[in-house]
């Protein structure tokens, strides 16, 4: 006999034209990633399938009725895709996943946010958040270098130093290379080969300032529930605006001042080596400009480490970040008239003076602050370990920063290597050809072509690991699916099971992965190291004069050579994987949809740490659910938020953000939802079982369904704080999966077997009606 409490079954498919009495109900949904049309995930398309599958199935006309979950409760949803994948220009997103990885560095810190912080707690939290914004502003000084490598370096530079030779390879730059020229002259040819990072710099300014026009515009209602136990909570955090204003600033100052520099150099070390001294002549004119551009940069740098302490505290230093923006666009104006001044004498030689040490300079930073982070994070997971399954031990912000600092400097390295061969006419086996022309970005660009390669074995490595687990993970799920279908393990049925349920919990690899991913950087560092103090090993093209050397030394020469040379092949196969990708999104809505759900994960956060990485989507859809549920509660109407997997998140975000009047008002189910298994581990500061319980508290009910398949969701864990005693742990119901597939053989009628639905299609289960049912009456019983 079925429960009178419960609504019918199948609830998707009854229709009821009679209103329901008394207020007005409302299923919200919030869709996870990639998406869909309005149609799609209102489940509104006229045609229904009732059996089969997508190659063949039986289809039915959709009544009036269909489209509630339960009787009497309209179905509302908010569709929120477009912001990661709506636009064709959303696939050159593709080209900033460094800047986005080192803003999602930003939030991964462990511990607890707001929970008594002590002296020493509260200085490594300001030593983690400038660390952090220092390596995203390194990112942005690193692509400018990159830029700057091709226009200016091997372009402006190199090519010119090789008037013939150079005509010759690439006619098309008769104009700026042929020594009849006007624009030969180094000074000219620098000014004009600083228009590629400049303009570099000018099209991340103006992506940066669009997207805040577009994402960061909108408000929710004011004086949310705030609790130390959920930052979420917080006023203003999902409003960023002046923060991202000042941090673009200096990014922006910093970018142009290092053109400046690679500018100035040149010309200033030509003037000291014609023997005037720093306070005579043209010399003088270099050393001031040279003292006031590095005054200019060193403040624009500071400044990303000044803590946001508010709106108006943001605001203020903005407006000094702005004066510093346009001090260094003045100073970087009287460079290139400094630059641009006739000196007959100078001649370009080798590589731009000021570029390599620039670089390297860059790359020692980079690793001094990833120690430094590093250290902050041991200590900030050391001072609050309430909660230990935090990923990687604390060091998973680290191990984030590294990684995209190591994605940066890989494309970096990609675009310039792939750059000089190309204007080498050289092939990548065979860089020392006599007829190529001599063009060689700097040594540090070849130790990250190196890294291409070494990532290349590891990744193999990994698959072949990850494999192993996976086999080893299925025939240990055997057992319980045999005992819970009561069905033999010689079935191959039982052994796809078996095998989605170990897909499922292959996500806690994830840390080993990221681990693994970083491995080359011990390698690079020892052999940079080496190669600097012994010069056994040099990264690169061997010199076409110098002799192959016998021994240890000369096997690692050549063997360093060879992995150099397959790492260009495969940094520019990179490099043309990153553009198909990108022109197929650009061309195509569901692979940009594809692309967009990285996007849907990577972008959830404000731009903390790098304003010129894609913006946030959370920013607008939060402020806009907030506004939304809280208007329908003043209305009267009992709301249920259901988010499925990346949408649960946003659901929770929402809930608190809403006002005291709708707290307990809202009702809330979650499905397929990452909150715990990866947002508690990963985010630790803002996600965990304090802000769960939190969570809890502020609505009239929550159910949470998850299934053993499923590779993102898990149950959610909450911890009560009880006065004086311990904390009191618990789950957010159901405490049981789902079973999937709901069924081992056909249903009545069918043919085929329930397929195994992993992440998907939660709603058509029929736990979920049954899930929307109850906390409905949750919402009833708060009302009464």
């Known amino acids: 006999m079925s429960d009178p409490a419960l609504p019918p079954e199948p609830v998707a498919l009854v229709t009821s034209d009679r209103p329901c009495p008394g207020p007005e109900r409302v299923e919200l949904r919030v869709h996870g990633v990639a998406g869909g049309t309005a149609e799609e995930l209102l489940d509104v398309e006229p045609a229904m399938r009732v059996a089969g599958d997508g190659l063949a199935g039986f289809f039915r006309w959709r009544g009036q009725g269909g489209a509630e979950t339960v009787p009497g409760v309209r179905r509302e949803i908010f569709a929120w895709g477009n912001l990661t994948s709506g636009s064709s220009s959303r696939a050159l997103w593709l080209l900033l996943l460094p800047f986005m990885l080192l803003n999602l560095a930003y939030w991964t810190r462990p511990g607890g946010l707001d929970r008594c912080q002590g002296g020493g707690r509260h200085a490594a939290d300001h030593v983690y958040d400038g660390s952090v914004r220092l390596l995203a502003l390194s990112l942005t000084v690193l692509i400018t270098l990159a830029a700057a490598g091709i226009g200016m370096d091997l372009v402006a530079w190199q090519c010119t130093a090789q008037a013939e030779a150079c005509v010759r390879a690439r006619p098309w730059l008769t104009f700026l290379a042929a020594p009849s020229s006007p624009l030969s002259a180094p000074g000219t040819a620098l000014i004009l080969g600083a228009l590629v990072p400049v303009s570099v710099v000018v099209v991340l300014w103006c992506l940066s300032r669009r997207t805040e026009r577009e994402y960061e515009v909108v408000r929710g209602p004011a004086c949310p529930v705030t609790s130390d136990a959920a930052p979420l909570s917080r006023p203003g955090f999902w409003h960023n605006g002046e923060l991202l204003a000042r941090l673009r600033s200096a990014h922006i100052a910093v970018a142009l001042g290092t053109v400046a520099v690679l500018l100035l150099v040149p010309a200033l070390r030509h003037d000291l080596a014609e023997g005037g001294s720093v306070l005579s002549g043209l010399s003088s004119v270099g050393t001031v400009l040279a003292a006031l551009l590095g005054t200019v940069m060193t403040a624009s740098a500071g400044s990303v480490v000044v803590p946001g302490a508010g709106p108006r505290h943001n605001g203020r230093v903005d407006r000094v970040c702005r004066m510093l923006r346009d001090a260094t666009v003045a100073v970087g104006v009287g460079v290139a008239a400094y630059t641009a001044w006739p000196r007959p004498s100078w001649t370009p030689s080798d590589r731009l003076p000021g570029h390599g040490a620039t670089l390297n300079a860059l790359f020692t930073g980079q690793g001094l602050l990833v120690l430094v982070l590093l250290a902050a994070s041991m200590a900030l997971y050391v001072s609050d370990r309430a909660d230990d399954r935090s990923a990687m031990r604390g060091t998973a912000g680290p191990a984030t920063a590294a990684l995209g600092a190591l994605l940066g400097g890989g494309f970096s390295a990609a675009l310039v290597y792939q750059g000089s061969l190309w204007l080498s006419g050289c092939d990548a086996l065979t860089p020392s050809a006599t007829a190529c022309l001599e063009v060689a970005p700097p040594t540090a660009y070849s130790w990250l072509q190196l890294a291409f390669t070494l990532e290349a074995v590891i990744a193999l490595l990994v698959v072949a690991v990850l494999a192993t687990a996976l086999r080893r993970a299925t025939r240990a799920h055997l057992p319980a699916v045999t005992e819970h279908y009561a069905r033999s393990v010689r079935d191959r049925r039982t052994w796809e099971i078996a095998r989605a349920r170990a897909m499922g919990r292959m996500t806690e690899a994830l840390p080993a992965v990221m681990a693994a991913l970083l491995a080359p950087t011990a390698p690079l560092v020892a052999l940079v190291l080496y190669s600097a103090f012994s010069g056994d090993v040099i990264a690169g093209p061997r010199p076409a004069d110098t002799a192959v050397s016998g021994g240890i030394g000369g096997l690692a020469r050549e063997t360093v050579a060879l992995m150099v040379s397959v790492g260009s092949i495969l940094g520019g196969a990179a490099l043309l994987g990153v553009a198909w990708v990108g022109r197929s999104a650009y061309r195509d809505r569901p692979t940009r949809q594809a692309v967009g759900a990285l996007w849907d994960v990577g972008t959830f956060w404000p731009r903390a740490a790098h304003p010129l990485a894609p913006p946030s989507y959370a920013e607008r859809a939060v402020p806009q659910l ?44 979650t499905h397929g939802s990452p909150l715990d298994r990866l947002y508690a581990r990963y985010f630790p500061a803002y996600f965990g079982p304090h802000a769960f319980a939190d969570l809890r508290r502020r609505v009239s009910g929550w159910r949470n369904l998850w299934r053993v398949t499923d590779a993102f969701a898990d149950p959610v864990r909450t911890m009560e704080r009880s006065g004086g005693g311990p904390d009191v742990p618990g789950v957010v119901p159901p405490a049981e999966p789902l079973p999937d597939p709901r069924a081992y053989d056909p249903p009545p009628g069918e043919a085929l077997r329930p397929r195994i639905l992993a992440h998907s299609r939660y709603t058509d289960d029929p736990a979920y009606a049954e899930s929307l049912w109850k906390v409905l009456n949750d919402a009833g019983g708060h009302r009464g």
């Open 626 to 669: 907030t506004a939304r549920v809280a208007r329908m509660v003043r209305d009267g109407a009992d709301v249920v938020l259901s988010g499925h997997s990346q949408g649960s998140v946003l659901a929770a975000a929402t809930i608190w953000q809403l006002p005291q009047d709708c707290v307990e008002r809202v009702g809330l189910v």
